[in-house]
Each structure stands twice: as C-alpha cells, then as structure tokens.
T-cell receptor, first 124, second 111 residues
Framework: QVQLLESGGGLVEPGGSLRLSCAGSGFSFSDYYISWVRQAPGKGLEWIAYISGSGASLHYADSVEGRFTISRDNAKGSLFLQMSSLRAEDTAVYFC????????FGAGSYYPDWGQGTLVTVSS | QSALTQPPSVSGAPGQRVTISCTGTSSNIGTHYDVQWYQQLPGTAPKLLIWGNTIRHSGVPDRFSGSRSDTSASLAITDLQADDEADYYCQSYDLSLRALVFGGGTKLTVL
C-alpha cells in the first residue's frame, strides 16, 4: 500500500527557513516522479515543485523559484523541500504527491497518490 | 487568478446530476494537454478521480465522468450522494507558464 508521510512543518518567522520531508513506502521510490503541492488556508491547490524519479529533472513554480529547492534521497525513500526567504504568503498545508511514472512533466502529468500534508505557518 | 477557471460552487439534491466546468485557454486545455479531476473531502488530501480527460482512476464509481472540448473540460456526477459533498479541482499543464496548473476549485453542496 502506497504511503506518503510529510513532516517538518511548523511556525517560522518571515525571512526564515524550513525543511520539509516526505517519506514514501509501499512502492519503488525511485521509479516515480513526485511534486510538492500547497494549499493556503481556505484556498485552492497550487503546484510548486517537481522532481523526476532519478532526481535529474526539476521544475518550479515562479512563486517559489530561487527560494525553494526540491530534492530526493532514493536510497532512503525520502523527498525534501528546502524553503528559504519565507514569506507570509507561503503559509499553507504542503502535500507531497506521487506520480505514475519515472518522469512526466507536462502532458500526462498527474498524481494518483498524496500524503496528508504538513502545515507551514510564516508569521512573526 | 487561476489559469483554469471553475465555478466557486454548485449544488444538487440527492439522486440528481451535476456538472462542474473547467475553462482554460489556448496555452493549456486548448493545446490538448490532458485534464485531471481531484476530489478533496473536508480536512483531507486530494484524491484523483479522473485522468486523461475521461479515464476514471481505479476504484472511482462510474457515477463520475469527465469530458473535454476545445478549451474546456467538465466533470459530471450522477446519482448525487451526501458523501459527494467536497471540493473538486481540475488540473492540467500550461505551456506559457511552464507549470502544472489547478483550477480554483468548486465546492459541491448536496442539498
């Protein structure tokens, strides 16, 4: 059974940094692309970062480009999101979402499996 | 403002049929990028309902169906049930933005 478990959320001051993790189990971790998708309180879903199964292909939304870094450790079955220069508008629940192939960004990119999310609050 | 536009809310009585629209542009749905649909129950993670415009994800009842035409897509739910009450999101890829995009979401209320 596929499981994705996010951790690392919490309260951070504006300008601060935070590292989120997503532990995957029940599947061959390196065989699937994964994205981070966030949801601000009471708002809709926003895709923010993508990484291919090998880690060689990365894509970011303009809203986080240059501030956030997605990475993965396939040996440990873990995905990460290093967030820096955090702003109030980064306050959201952050979900990791697993794709269906090793690399698909663009046509045919969708997410059958999601974690339960971790809340990041940026406030002084 | 989302690249994909959905109505903020729809409603229907149990047993009825409702549709949720997702309007895009020539840089996403109109460029033939597939549309997906997700259901998000209150306080939970999104669940994939439809992928590739019309294909139901495993375990999704056939009461849910998707369609696409030109620059828009629709999700239809027949025989509406109380536990269908949720937020629904469409998703595609936008060539101009070079990003995966979601609609703003539609809250379905079962009367």
């Amino acid at each position: 059974q596929v499981q994705l478990l996010e951790s690392g959320g919490g309260l951070v001051e504006p300008g601060g940094s935070l590292r989120l993790s997503c532990a995957g189990s029940g599947f061959s971790f390196s065989d699937y692309y994964i994205s981070w998708v966030r949801q601000a309180p009471g708002k809709g879903l926003e895709w923010i970062a993508y990484i291919s199964g090998s880690g060689a292909s990365l894509h970011y939304a303009d809203s986080v480009e240059g501030r956030f870094t997605i990475s993965r450790d396939n040996a440990k079955g873990s995905l990460f999101l290093q967030m820096s220069s955090l702003r109030a508008e980064d306050t959201a629940v952050y979900f990791c979402a697993k794709g269906w192939a090793s690399h698909r960004f663009g046509a045919g990119s969708y997410y059958p499996d999601w974690g339960q999310g971790t809340l990041v609050t940026v406030s002084s | 403002q989302s690249a994909l536009t959905q109505p903020p809310s729809v409603s229907g009585a149990p047993g009825q049929r409702v549709t949720i629209s997702c309007t895009g542009t020539s840089s996403n749905i109109g460029t033939h990028y597939d549309v997906q649909w997700y259901q998000q129950l209150p306080g939970t993670a999104p669940k994939l309902l439809i992928w590739g415009n019309t294909i139901r994800h495993s375990g999704v009842p056939d009461r849910f169906s998707g369609s696409r035409s030109d620059t828009s897509a629709s999700l239809a739910i027949t025989d509406l049930q109380a536990d269908d009450e949720a937020d629904y999101y469409c998703q595609s890829y936008d060539l101009s933005l070079r990003a995966l995009v979601f609609g703003g979401g539609t809250k379905l209320t079962v009367l």
